[in-house]
Nanobody, 115 residues
Framework: QVQLVESGGGLVQAGGSLRLSCAAS????????MGWYRQAPGKQRDMVAI???????NYADSVKGRFTISRDNAKNTVDLQMNSLKPEDTAVYYC?????????WGQGTQVTVSS
């Protein structure tokens, strides 16, 4: 069972930056995909950014040009650099991993952007 531990959330003013990090354990090989989802109060959990082992990435339209996802396949870690943050980016951010038909989730880290 893959376990994910996130770090790096917090409170930042609009226009600021934060970096989220996630480390996976419990896998002997590089995970097929790792990434980030987020969930704002009263809303569904939505994809933010995903990076596959081969290097392809996918971003939500709302974060393109502001967020950058990066992976270390050998270490099974994934980071999310978030720049030009907006109040609407406020949410709990969850690290995500996919391997062998199974999805794994971290415990979530709160990101709050004040206006």
């Amino acid at each position: 069972q893959v376990q994910l531990v996130e770090s790096g959330g917090g409170l930042v003013q609009a226009g600021g930056s934060l970096r989220l990090s996630c480390a996976a354990s419990g896998s002997d090989s590089s995970l097929a995909a790792m990434g980030w989802y987020r969930q704002a109060p009263g809303k569904q959990r939505d994809m933010v950014a995903i990076a596959a082992t081969g290097g392809s990435t996918n971003y939500a339209d709302s974060v393109k040009g502001r967020f950058t996802i990066s992976r270390d396949n050998a270490k099974n870690t994934v980071d999310l650099q978030m720049n030009s943050l907006k109040p609407e980016d406020t949410a709990v951010y969850y690290c995500y991993a996919y391997q062998g038909g199974r999805f794994s989730w971290g415990q979530g880290t709160q990101v709050t952007v004040s206006s």
